[in-house]
């Protein structure tokens, strides 16, 4: 059992989920090349939401990915098209990096009829079942259960896929969390529960939460796999989710990830941001995600600077068309609210 003191020094050594930089690791050029592709999408359509929003051309809830990219690109490229992926409200990210088109991602955030949920669901309720994202939920901690329960679906119909599930540091501390591991442990399923720790669960740090400040541990009560992830550095986050995906298709069942990372902005669009310095803010942002992949790229000789500029052209380009596509795209019509509503015909307790 580890020591009072023992256990008080593994903290102290990563106050605030902060881990040292893990090392750099070399993977292909086209891998490179999606990650810095990827995550430069995913930034610049939210900076772009962003704006938006104080247009109020987006209104309601608005979670932003910023500074986070590297969790939802790295683990892309460690998983197959076939496995499913699940996440709580800041869900933006993901579905971009699976390749979900930016127009109904944009449109959905304008809530208009084109958008992934028809414009039904807004920004914290982004489906694709096209790239097997299943979305988008804004119950903290609802997903975990869901995930596992999507992991049993493939273990039962022998697909050989896993789920991966996303989920905040907030969710960690709900009884669904502990109830959905024991299971997920004992029936030994294919799911990467992965906490994407950002230091704070809207104004609340992880330290104001819990004694336990290493989230990783937590699976340690349950006999689950579980490691802490440099989630600034994609090389890293690629390497520890292809470990976890190894043991969950060897039927070997679930792994617990704690991502470090860190959201540049606010928790939602209206966030003071009283519990932060700016200096911590900065100390982050000099780890950029996307800087790291683009030295990488360039001190590996995969591309030049001029090569990156296009790519960001590009990526500027897409961006602006899903803003004309989601701006000229018409609400949904009215009658829309009684469709895709679930009810059970042959509901026995209904009383009219
Ligand atoms: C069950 C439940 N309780 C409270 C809320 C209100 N709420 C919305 S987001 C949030 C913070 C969650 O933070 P975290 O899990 O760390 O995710 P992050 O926003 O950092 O991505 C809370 C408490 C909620 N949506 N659901
Ligand atoms: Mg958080």
Redesign the pocket.
């Known amino acids: 059992m580890a020591s009072v003191k023992e256990k008080s020094e593994r903290s102290t050594a990563k106050q605030n989920g902060k881990a040292p930089a893990a090392a750099k690791t070399q993977h292909p050029k086209e891998r490179y090349m999606y990650w810095y592709e990827s995550m430069q999408l995913q930034r610049k359509f939210e900076e772009k939401a962003g704006q938006l929003y104080g247009q109020q051309k987006i209104r309601g809830f608005c979670h932003l990915y910023i500074g986070q990219e590297a969790g939802s690109s790295g683990s892309y490229t460690a998983l197959t098209k076939d496995d499913k992926w699940i996440t709580a409200y800041r869900d933006h990210g993901i579905p971009l990096a699976l390749g979900s088109d930016p127009n109904a991602v944009m449109a959905e955030l304008f809530a208009k009829q084109t958008g992934s949920s028809k414009g039904k669901g807004g920004s914290m309720h982004i489906f694709d079942k096209s790239v097997n994202f299943m979305g988008g939920h804004g119950i903290v901690g609802a997903q975990i259960p869901m995930g596992a329960g999507i992991a049993f679906a493939e273990k039962y119909n022998k697909t050989g896929n896993l789920c991966i599930c996303f989920m905040?540091?907030?969710a960690v501390r709900q009884g669904a969390f502990h109830e959905a591991f024991n299971m997920a442990m004992l029936w030994k399923l294919p799911v990467i529960f992965v906490v994407?720790?950002?230091?704070?669960?809207m104004g609340t740090s992880v330290e104001r939460t819990s004694n336990v400040t290493d989230l990783y541990t937590l699976a340690e009560a349950y006999d689950m796999p579980s490691e802490p992830v440099d989630a600034m550095n994609v090389e890293a986050v690629h390497e520890a989710v292809s470990r976890a995906a190894e043991r969950a298709r060897a039927d070997e069942g679930p792994s617990f990830l704690e991502f470090r990372t860190y959201r540049y902005r606010g928790h939602s669009m209206s966030d003071p941001q009283k519990y932060r310095s700016k200096d911590e803010v900065e100390e982050y942002k000099r780890r950029d995600p996307i800087e790291f992949v683009k030295a990488r790229i360039l001190e590996l000789g995969h591309a030049t600077e001029e090569d990156l500029a296009a790519i960001d052209q590009k990526i500027k380009g897409i961006v602006d068309e899903s803003v004309k596509f989601a701006d000229e795209s018409p609400f949904p019509d009215p009658s829309e609210a009684y469709k895709d509503v679930y009810m059970q015909q042959d509901y026995p307790f209904l009383m009219e």
């Open positions: 905040g540091d907030g994407e720790n950002n230091g704070y669960a």
